[in-house]
């Protein structure tokens, strides 16, 4: 029981800390678009977008890009979304089956690095800085290559939230 409660504590103070930060840099930054994969990691990531929307009267469009399989009758981490960038019609089909589905486009499996290739598709020119909302530590190679793709693609500069 003692690890449940340890357990749920820290989940709260991981979406409180979510919440708030992500509160704050939305409401400096008021973005027109907000691109990610989900919200499953940063709970509270979607709560800011939904409490600063709904406070600020910001109308801010959510692109979610999907990032691995999923099946019909199962679970998909789209909540939130206005949009989501698919694989392929399969995925497309299946989404339809879900309640309330967001909007979607197919563009194949889209890595990072090729992002340069379907950027008309993916960004449409944006006269406003972006704000890229990662869980991923800049610090990680890996990480730090997703960042350096989306900053070449969108030529724009870039806020982090860690």
Same mark, same amino acid.
């Given at each position: 029981?003692? @690890?449940?409660?340890? $357990?749920?504590? &820290?989940?709260?103070?991981?979406? @409180?800390?979510?919440?708030?930060?992500?509160?704050?840099?939305?409401?400096c930054?008021?973005?027109?678009?907000?691109?990610g994969?989900? !919200?499953?990691?940063? *709970?509270? @990531?979607? $709560?800011?977008?939904?409490?600063?929307?709904?406070?600020?009267?910001? $109308?801010?469009?959510?692109?979610?890009?999907?990032?691995?399989? !999923?099946?019909?009758?199962?679970?998909?981490? !789209?909540?939130?979304?206005?949009?989501?960038?698919?694989?392929?019609?399969?995925?497309?089909?299946? =989404?339809?089956?879900?309640?309330?589905?967001?909007?979607?486009?197919?563009?194949?499996?889209?890595?990072?690095?090729?992002?340069?290739?379907?950027?008309?598709?993916?960004?449409?020119?944006?006269?406003?800085?972006?704000?890229?909302? $990662?869980?991923?530590? *800049?610090?990680?190679?890996?990480?730090?290559?997703? @960042?350096?793709?989306?900053?070449?693609?969108?030529n724009?500069?870039? =806020?982090?939230? &860690?």
């Open positions: 029981m003692i @690890l449940k409660k340890y $357990s749920l504590e &820290l989940f709260y103070k991981k979406y @409180l800390t979510d919440f708030s930060n992500a509160y704050n840099i939305l409401k930054t008021k973005p027109k678009v907000i691109y994969l989900h !919200f499953i990691s940063n *709970p509270g @990531l979607l $709560s800011a977008i939904q409490e600063i929307q709904k406070n600020e009267k910001l $109308s801010i469009e959510v692109l979610l890009m999907q990032h691995g399989f !999923f099946q019909q009758g199962g679970f998909h981490d !789209f909540a939130g979304a206005d949009y989501v960038i698919l694989w392929g019609n399969y995925h497309e089909e299946i =989404l339809k089956t879900f309640k309330n589905p967001p909007k979607t486009e197919v563009i194949g499996n889209v890595k990072l690095s090729n992002l340069k290739i379907n950027q008309e598709t993916i960004i449409k020119s944006h006269k406003e800085d972006m704000v890229y909302i $990662s869980s991923g530590d *800049p610090r990680i190679e890996e990480n730090y290559e997703h @960042l350096r793709s989306i900053i070449e693609v969108t724009k500069k870039i =806020l982090t939230y &860690l």
